[in-house]
Nanobody, 115 residues
Framework: QVQVAESGGGLVQPGGSLRLSCAAS????????MSWYRQAPGTPRELVAG???????NYADSVKGRFTISRDNAKNTLYLQMDSLKPEDTAVYYC?????????WGQGTQVTVSS
């Protein structure tokens, strides 16, 4: 079993920045891909960004150039640096970790972008 816990959400003004963190614990050996998803009220959960164990990344078109995903394998921690935030980025952000083909989710952290 893998446990993941997100932190770093909050209220920020448009154009501001936030950094989300996701700490993995438990059976962390052989965690491969890690990703950030988000879900706004009334919408399906969507992929924001993903990163492989080796560091290859992919991003949703809506966040390219504004968000940066990274991971520290030694600390078993995933990050999401979010810059130039927009009101449409408001959502609950979830961390997902994949181990041996099984995905594990955190409880989510709320990000609200509003003036």
């Amino acid at each position: 079993q893998v446990q993941v816990a997100e932190s770093g959400g909050g209220l920020v003004q448009p154009g501001g920045s936030l950094r989300l963190s996701c700490a993995a614990s438990g059976s962390i050996f052989r965690i491969s891909g890690m990703s950030w998803y988000r879900q706004a009220p009334g919408t399906p959960r969507e992929l924001v960004a993903g990163i492989t164990h080796g560091g290859d990344t992919n991003y949703a078109d809506s966040v390219k150039g504004r968000f940066t995903i990274s991971r520290d394998n030694a600390k078993n921690t995933l990050y999401l640096q979010m810059d130039s935030l927009k009101p449409e980025d408001t959502a609950v952000y979830y961390c997902n970790a994949v181990r041996l083909g099984v995905g594990y989710w955190g409880q989510g952290t709320q990000v609200t972008v509003s003036s």
